[in-house]
């Protein structure tokens, strides 16, 4: 079993959903409720898998964890776009939080990776 708050790729998913609460606490004023509430759901959820698969008892089960983080990182890239082009979010917020997205998403990529070699040199 592996401690997922000693996993880099969890302390940057969990600094990402808390930074994305924050900076879309403004988002219901204007209408648009849901998609805070889908852009921090999705965001959540990266981190969430992360920790919900370091307690699976294959390498084959995590990964299979870590390929939904990767996921749910794709899906809130998608809702930062959706709140960039709506001008909900300034351009540098947009672009500080879809970058950190998309840098997650690559290290969750890599680490997937290597957790199935692992798995296939055992």
């Given at each position: 079993?592996r401690?997922?708050?000693?996993l880099?790729?969890?302390?940057?998913?969990?600094?990402?959903?808390?930074?994305?609460?924050?900076?879309?606490?403004?988002f219901?004023?204007?209408?648009?409720?849901h998609l805070?509430?889908?852009?921090?759901r999705?965001?959540?959820s990266?981190?969430?898998n992360?920790?919900e698969?370091?307690?699976?008892?294959s390498?084959?089960e995590?990964?299979r964890?870590?390929d939904i983080?990767?996921?749910?990182a794709?899906?809130t890239?998608?809702?930062?776009?959706?709140?960039r082009?709506?001008?909900?979010?300034s351009?540098?917020d947009?672009l500080r939080?879809?970058t950190e997205t998309?840098?997650?998403r690559?290290?969750t990529?890599g680490?997937?990776r290597?957790?199935?070699?692992?798995?296939?040199?055992?």
């Amino acid at each position: 079993m592996r401690d997922f708050k000693r996993l880099e790729i969890w302390r940057r998913a969990h600094a990402l959903a808390i930074a994305l609460y924050e900076v879309t606490a403004d988002f219901a004023r204007v209408g648009h409720g849901h998609l805070r509430s889908q852009l921090t759901r999705a965001a959540d959820s990266i981190a969430t898998n992360i920790a919900e698969g370091c307690g699976s008892e294959s390498n084959r089960e995590f990964a299979r964890f870590l390929d939904i983080s990767i996921k749910s990182a794709a899906e809130t890239e998608n809702h930062l776009i959706s709140a960039r082009d709506l001008k909900l979010m300034s351009q540098d917020d947009w672009l500080r939080y879809s970058t950190e997205t998309i840098e997650v998403r690559r290290m969750t990529f890599g680490y997937r990776r290597r957790v199935l070699e692992d798995d296939q040199s055992a």
